[in-house]
């Protein structure tokens, strides 16, 4: 069965103090690892997809990484914009192409 | 462009009741997937639909059932209540799979 599994499950940060969060996960086949950033009494806004490890892609502040057994997402000098619930999600080869299997996400709260 | 619509945005029902959930996708996206997201269990998979065709199903009772149109609006319904069953219901729709996934804003159901 694939679990994904994300620590801490919350974070409290100050502005400009950077940190990451990370997603470990176990799965038959990895097909892509996602990540997703959602606002309170929102749908999930999607982030990135990293498909292979060692792969790493950037967006403003934050920056993914992957591993054969994890991922991170690091946040460079985070803004109080940034405060959002953060949820990562990996697509198996053999749980169906057209599913998604989320870890339970990490609350950020990034304080001016 | 318009994003994918779901309708009602709130919903309350008494236990043993029946519900029908709506999502309308971005246009020309012909894949609708559902999942169910509660503070507990994350995110679940419920069931994914393409060109009308349920493509994949998640591990839920028969109770949750939908259906997909041919101009791709996609319907869930809940039959039989439950408690349990009061959560946020998320709909996404893609090209064709869960890369590019854009979720809906979600329908938050308690049953009563």
């Known amino acids: 069965e694939d679990q994904v599994t994300q620590s801490p499950e919350a974070l409290r940060l100050q502005e400009g103090e950077s940190s990451s969060l990370n997603c470990s996960y176990t799965v038959s086949g990895l097909r892509g690892l996602f990540w997703y950033r959602q606002d309170p009494g929102k749908g999930p806004e999607f982030l990135f997809t990293l498909y292979s490890a060692g792969e790493e892609k950037e967006k403003e502040r934050l920056k993914a990484t992957l591993t054969k057994k994890e991922s991170f997402l690091h946040i460079t000098a985070p803004k109080p914009e940034d405060s959002a619930t953060y949820l990562c999600a990996v697509q198996a080869g053999d749980s169906g192409y057209s599913t998604l299997t989320f870890g339970k996400g990490t609350m950020l709260l990034v304080s001016p | 462009k318009a994003g994918v619509t779901q309708t009602p945005r709130y919903l309350i029902k008494t236990r043993g009741q029946q519900v029908t959930l709506s999502c309308s996708p971005i246009s020309g996206h012909r894949s609708v997937s559902w999942y169910q997201q509660t503070p507990g269990q994350g995110l679940q998979f419920l069931f994914e639909y393409f060109s009308e065709t349920q493509r994949n199903k998640g591990n839920f009772p028969g109770r949750f059932s939908g259906r997909q149109f041919s101009n791709s609006r996609s319907e869930m319904n809940v039959s039989t209540l439950e408690l349990g069953d009061s959560a946020l219901y998320l709909c996404?729709?893609?090209?064709?799979?869960?890369?590019?996934?854009?979720f809906g804003s979600g329908t938050r159901l308690t049953v009563v």
């Open positions: 996404a729709s893609s090209l064709s799979g869960p890369d590019g996934y854009t």
